[in-house]
């Protein structure tokens, strides 16, 4: 089978929901879903079958029977299967629902009709491959740090958004009414993804520029500066990244750090102390936490 995808059902006590989750994350999922069926939940994720094999995912298995066993939880059950790229898409889709993020924001799949009339902002996505369908704690507590940003005076600002996955976090600040947005992302099918969602929400190309690379693709398409930064990615790649930020600021630009692990909260307040950066607020959810930054007036 060519496109093919591992497709991985695991049956657990509710209480193993978060670590699972975190395990999928971590170890490269796309699509998760959950699903309540009786007392227990099964979740289900997707794998590209180019990048794991079959063994892969048993010590996956092993994983989430160890950290059950370590939580004192009754062991999930793990299945796995492979399946095509269609039937991916389609299984997938069937678990995805509207999902309301923060005061402001529906995230709406692609595929259904949205209503007509909402005093919500209608964020439409099909991330296909991509990361970002707004059902992750990191990424709703960036939409919710947007919304609290972007609350007054929006019209003038300009955002860089550094590693896009879907496009979602752009395309919400755009929708909360922020001037132009820059995102970049390094996987050539987030682009692609996001580029499309950029479509389906009626965004304006000027308006939100979407292209492959990271911050130093970033720097060359923005010289003068960005009001505010998003970032939501692993925080050993946003320890890299922090350094880089200062080329990016004006006086008064904010950040949003999403993707951190709590344990990780203090590795990522040390750089940015060492590199001019204030700790504004500190948002947890989950085991994920989420930094709120301003630049440091210079002395
Ligand atoms: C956790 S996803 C976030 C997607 C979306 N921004 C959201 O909040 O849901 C992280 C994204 O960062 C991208 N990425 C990873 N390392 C990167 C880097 N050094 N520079 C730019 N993008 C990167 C990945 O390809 C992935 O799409």
């Known amino acids: 089978m060519s496109n093919s995808w591992w497709e991985i059902t695991i049956l657990c006590h509710p209480h193993l929901e978060e670590s699972i989750t975190w395990r999928l994350d971590k170890f490269g999922c796309s699509g998760t879903s959950r699903e309540i069926k009786g007392k227990s939940y099964i979740i289900q994720a997707y794998a590209p079958q180019i990048q794991y094999q079959s063994l892969d995912i048993s010590a996956l298995s092993l994983w989430l029977q160890q950290d059950a066993l370590v939580l004192n939880l009754p062991q999930p059950l793990t299945r796995w299967k492979l399946i095509d790229e269609e039937d991916w898409a389609s299984s997938w889709k069937e678990h995805w629902e509207p999902t309301e993020?923060?005061?402001?924001?529906?995230?709406?799949?692609?595929?259904?009709?949205?209503?007509?009339?909402?005093?919500?902002?209608?964020?439409?996505?099909?991330?296909?491959?991509a990361f970002g369908?707004?059902?992750?704690?990191?990424?709703?507590?960036?939409?919710?740090?947007?919304?609290?940003?972007?609350?007054?005076?929006?019209?003038?600002?300009?955002?860089?958004?550094?590693?896009s996955g879907s496009g979602i976090l752009s395309i919400g600040a755009i929708l909360l009414g922020a001037k132009k947005a820059y995102a970049v992302d390094i996987d050539p099918l987030a682009v692609k993804a996001a580029r499309e969602n950029r479509h389906l929400n009626q965004i304006h190309p000027d308006h939100l520029v979407i292209n492959q690379g990271s911050l130093t693709e970033l720097l060359e398409l923005v010289s003068d500066g960005v009001d505010?930064?998003?970032?939501?990615?692993?925080?050993?790649?946003?320890?890299?990244?922090?350094?880089?930020?200062?080329?990016?600021?004006?006086?008064?630009?904010?950040?949003?750090?999403?993707?951190?692990?709590?344990?990780?909260?203090?590795?990522?307040?040390?750089t940015l102390e060492q590199e001019g950066w204030i700790v504004a607020a500190l948002w947890k959810r989950k085991q994920w936490c989420c930094f709120q930054i301003r630049k440091a007036p210079e002395n």
Request: a negative charge.
């Open 228 to 270: 505010g930064i998003v970032c939501n990615i692993l925080a050993e790649v946003i320890i890299e990244l922090i350094p880089q930020f200062s080329k990016l600021a004006r006086p008064n630009t904010w950040g949003i750090l999403s993707g951190i692990l709590l344990e990780q909260s203090q590795a990522i307040a040390d």
């Open 101 to 129: 993020v923060g005061d402001r924001f529906i995230i709406y799949p692609a595929w259904l009709t949205p209503p007509e009339q909402t005093d919500k902002l209608i964020l439409r996505l099909d991330p296909g491959v």
């Open 133 to 163: 369908t707004g059902t992750h704690p990191t990424t709703q507590l960036c939409l919710e740090s947007l919304e609290m940003r972007l609350s007054k005076s929006p019209e003038n600002v300009v955002i860089a958004d550094i590693g």
